[in-house]
């Protein structure tokens, strides 16, 4: 019984591995070009080729010919790509602007004013880092919008510390800033 399931199992897998290998035979170029059109990042175009073809070679396993294999092939690919492509939206959805912010985005001189604010926000960054540990994780957890009573319990300071200290670090941040020409 044992040797029968073995036959069967291998005889199943090799007429998996033998559709797999016609279908890409046939289709494979077609495929490369149809997971083209869900991609532009040539890299990220070829993992999503590769995930097609596994898939592919998976699901023959299970294709008990009720459609060509063209259409079965072009389902496959089509259901990975649109996977994909979800996939794709939900990791990139907090870079959508809010309607009341697009109209910075239409102004001629958003873009220089965006570098600028990067080059500063990168300038008070390297002065944050080069503050000591617990000055540094004071002032990183306040810029996250964490209030000082909530950045007392982890650090272990007094709310009243870690308001002055946020106060002075500000005051010390602001005139380094000013003297860099930085618009604090």
């Known amino acids: 019984m044992l040797r029968l399931f073995h036959q069967k199992t291998r005889s199943g897998e ?55 294999v063209r259409t079965w092939v072009y389902r496959v690919a089509h259901n990975v790509g649109v996977s994909h492509v979800q996939k794709s939206l ?30 500063d926000l990168q300038r008070l960054f390297r002065l944050i880092y080069q503050m000591g540990p617990p000055d540094r994780e ?21 709310a009243r510390n870690v308001a002055t200290k946020i106060h002075r670090i500000k005051s010390l941040l602001s005139s380094r800033l000013q003297a860099k020409g930085v618009a604090a």
């Open 14 to 68: 090799q007429l998996q591995e033998q559709r797999y290998l016609a279908a890409i035979r046939e289709f494979g170029p077609s495929i490369a070009r149809f997971t083209a059109g869900y991609e532009r990042d040539t890299a990220r175009q070829q993992e999503l080729l590769q995930e097609v073809h596994l898939a592919l070679w998976q699901s023959f396993a299970g294709f008990q010919e009720q459609c060509s």
């Open 90 to 119: 939900r990791t990139t959805e907090q870079h959508y602007v809010p309607l009341e912010d697009a109209e910075d985005l239409i102004c001629e001189h958003s873009d220089m004013e965006n570098t600028d604010r990067q080059l």
């Open 138 to 158: 004071v002032m990183l957890m306040y810029l996250e919008g964490i209030d000082a009573a909530s950045i007392a319990e982890v650090t272990g300071l007094s």
